[in-house]
């Protein structure tokens, strides 16, 4: 057996069975390549899940690590600690939001918004607690965040739901003026759905339910997890739509790998009170010390900017597969979150046949696959990319 498949043979034996895992073991990374037990390379479209905006063990991300682990790794947040600090004030100096909240994930960070919307509720509206959320949506796996969840398959098995959720058509205003009622303070959306298949709402979709939440003095909150560090062309995805939100959240691209989120909001919606929120880890050391090196790379070197042109050339050499391949019906998505969709299910056999070539993709629905490389990835590793996707759409044939 090789060291690989020894590894594998623990996963088997000891590891909860909730994925199926692709078949090499993976050891270490740089830039856009992950490396195998082996040493074969792969290109890595995946990006850790939307998460190595500046790509695998990014130099400043690495030092700053390293530094930071010498210094202090945790405290309690009833101390002052200083990567919290410097990290809070990058993003709060570059998003429209006042005030920071540090978590260690995305569903975290969609609870505690969801607190924040509910006191808020209370306060400001009689008491209104519910919170519209959209089909296909996908905000975490805790027991709140699968009733905002809007997908069956992420909500069948754990009935019954939380309640205060009502799950409405994405892209589809009329449906959230239909769900509002004197019980609703919020609604939480994605810019951009990941999750769901890569969903691009209308451009005017975001003003229009800005100007409801407005009339009813509804929260609107961003769930920019994905969207957020830079990933759709903008540091956050909203600015994409020309409005702004209540509140938003983060995780995925924040910690630049390590596991951080954050839910930020306005001052006027600033309503939580000393008691009212925590977390042990939530703005650790470490990891906002790895988020503040990877948020400072993208802010001062534009990799949101330069994201965006990398992604337009990578949905063009897409195109130029759709216009290729029969197969191909559909590329779309901003940045450097793109989708093709294929005419059948064949989705996962496309992607064994690019991994098996080197190229990490994701079937983010079993008929279309997801691309969300690093926004530093260049356009050598562009082509790269495309010529493994090019042979692999010529070779798997329909399901
Ligand atoms: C990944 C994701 C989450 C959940 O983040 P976790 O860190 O896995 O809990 C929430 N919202 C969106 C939009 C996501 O893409």
Partial sequence: ???????????????????????????????????DTEGKGYLDFTAGWAVLNVGHSHPEVTAAIQEQAGMILQMSNLFYTIPQLKLAKILVDNSCMDRVFFCNSGAEANEGVCKLARKYGKLHLNGAHEIITADNSFHGRTMAMMAATGQAHYQDNWRPLMPGFVNVPYNDVDAIKEATTDQTCAVLLEPVQGEGGVNVPDPDYFTQVRAWCDEKRLLLISDEVQTGMGRLGTLFGYEQFGFEPDALTMAKGLGA????????????????????????FGGNALTTAAGAAGAKVVVDENWSAKGAEAGAYLKARLEELQAKHDVVTDVRGMGMLLALELADNRAGAVIAETVANGLLLNAVRPNTLRFMPPLTTSRAEIDEAIGILDAALNKVPAP
């Fill in 257 to 280: 790998g390590a596991p951080l989120g954050a839910f930020l909001c306005k001052q006027e919606y600033a309503v939580l009170e000393p008691g009212d929120h925590g977390s042990t």
């Fill in 1 to 35: 057996m090789t060291i690989g498949e020894q590894w594998k043979q623990v996963e088997a034996d000891y590891y909860m069975q909730v994925v199926r895992r692709m078949p090499m073991v993976l050891e270490r990374a740089q830039g856009t390549y992950v490396y």
